[in-house]
Every structure is written in C-alpha cells, then in structure tokens.
C-alpha cells in the first residue's frame, strides 16, 4: 500500500514538474529574465538601451535619447520601445516579432550581472562582428 501510495505522489510530481518547463516553453533562460542597460555617451547626446526579458519569453526594447539636436543632456529628447517574443537554444539568443522589423539574432553570454550580445551588423562596406553589454538593473 505504501509503495503504491509513494507512487502516485512521484508522478503526480513529475507531471506537475513537467506542466511548469511547458508552460515557459522551449529556449527558457531563468538567468536572462529581468532588464538589461546600457549607456552610450556621445558628444551630441546621450543614449539609454533597455532590455527587459519576461517569464512568458516576452521582451520589451526601450532606447532614450538625451541631449540631441541642440538640447541639453539631461532632456528626453527622443524614444522608441519595440516588443516581441525572444527564444533561447544554447548560446542562441532569437528575437521575432519585433513591431516594425524583422527578426534579429545573437550569441548571449552572462557573467557577473553583465549580457554579453555578439551578432553581425551590415554598414555600408561589409559585415562585422558587433559586441554589446549591458548590466543588470533589477
């Protein structure tokens, strides 16, 4: 009786283990959740990069502007927030859906509350490898 006992309460576990890593789906992260900053200070301005990664594999991108076209550096002077769903397969990190553009992919690293992003970018004469971090904030 016991042993019967003892398992049905290890697979009702496993079954509500199981229905958990699902409903967070595939390419799950738990260290990537939470926001994500970083600050370019140029000599027009000033530019804030947010990331903000959600549970339900949800990410909100917000960039500020300070300072440009003439005003001071401490005034907003511009912003954009773009949102779409993020999965993660390995060191992959994809973004899609984001609102007014297509899809965008990197190679992720994390140490010490520091993202690590590294993807191609395409100017004008040729591809080339682009790094970017941004530390925690939460």
């Keep these: 009786m016991k042993k019967?006992?003892?398992g049905i309460l290890a697979l009702l576990f496993l079954a509500v283990s199981c229905t958990k890593e699902d409903e967070r789906g595939e390419g799950f992260s738990p260290d990537l959740l939470g926001s994500w900053s970083q600050t370019y200070e140029q000599e027009q301005g000033i530019i804030v990069e947010?990331?903000?990664f959600n549970v339900n594999s949800r990410f909100e991108r917000r960039i500020d502007w300070f300072g440009f076209n003439g005003a001071p550096k401490t005034e907003l002077t511009e912003s954009s927030e773009y949102t779409g769903t993020f999965?993660?397969?390995?060191?992959s990190l994809f973004f899609r859906n984001l609102e007014g553009q297509g899809g965008f992919d990197?190679?992720?690293s994390i140490k010490n509350n520091v993202l690590h992003l590294e993807y191609i970018t395409y100017p004008a004469d040729a591809p080339v490898l682009t790094q970017i971090k941004y530390e925690r904030i939460d």
């Excluded at 999965?87 to 060191?91: L, R, T």
């Design 50 to 52: 947010n990331y903000t």
């Design 4 to 6: 019967g006992f003892f």
């Design 87 to 91: 999965e993660v397969e390995g060191d």
């Design 106 to 108: 990197s190679k992720f």
